[in-house]
């Protein structure tokens, strides 16, 4: 009895929270009366102050970053990671050690940093997604004046798909990445990947489980994907057929490599290294 009042009361909570950010998400940043899909909204670039491009300065606030892992390894690449909804944890700092081997400059970009908890997921306001999406678009701009003919990858995990996507969206024709790579996105399977596949020069790939029903089925459907719907998310069931979209539904072979089917799995050493390395070209 005890238990089925507590699942009664956790079902209320999660209904009550799942309007409350469909209902905040609703007030669009430019005064008109509805937001169009999808919810993350790129500043214009008359609104970024310029900033000089020296290219000696630069190459030294590269090679004393911190958050870049491998800094002695930019020249041959340069891979940014964006992490899941909940910022930088271990499962996050796990991908990046694997990635690591790949022989590239590797990042690991928390774009939730400053933003609390309830706004993470894209739904409650677009001031978040526009500041994450100029800084990426600054740091590929970046790297690209300092080593122009080296790959650019793009990661995301679960929710850092979305910002992955939209940045690809806003870059300009010469300011393409080599590929993108999308972990059981927390994105709706009906989000339109063509303007982001644009930004890429060998197109995206994303993997998805079935196997992940508490999180990109259960809440997604409840609280909502990062673009704002509420359905099962594509990290469990796929996006629709598009060109240039490779995707890998879980099965027996990545069950091999030690991705047990759920939401944390993407992360395994074997699964990393014989999955997601070859996408990255690694020599």
Known sequence: MALD????HFITAS???SWWCSHASATPTDGSSSVDY???QVVSEATVRPRARNPVQ???SWQTNPNIKGVENLRGGYVIVLCGVLGKTEYNAELVRQLKGAGYGVEL???TS???LPFRRGLTTNRFSQQTTRRLRR???DYQLLYPDAPVYLIGLCAGAGPVCEVLRHLEPDQRVTRAVLLGAALSPIYDLRPALRGTEEGIDSFHSPLDVPILVGLTTLVGTVDGQHLPAAGAIGFGDTPNLRQHRYGPTMLRQGHWGGHFGW???DFVQKSIFPLLKVR
Do not use: Q
């Not at 009042?5 to 009664?8: N, V």
């Open 114 to 116: 400053g933003v609390p």
């Open 15 to 17: 209904l009550l929270c």
């Open 109 to 111: 970009y928390d774009w």
């Open 139 to 141: 740091r590929i701009e």
């Open 267 to 269: 992360t395994a050493r």
């Open 5 to 8: 009042l507590r699942f009664r």
């Open 38 to 40: 999808p919810r993350y």
């Open 58 to 60: 630069l190459r030294h």
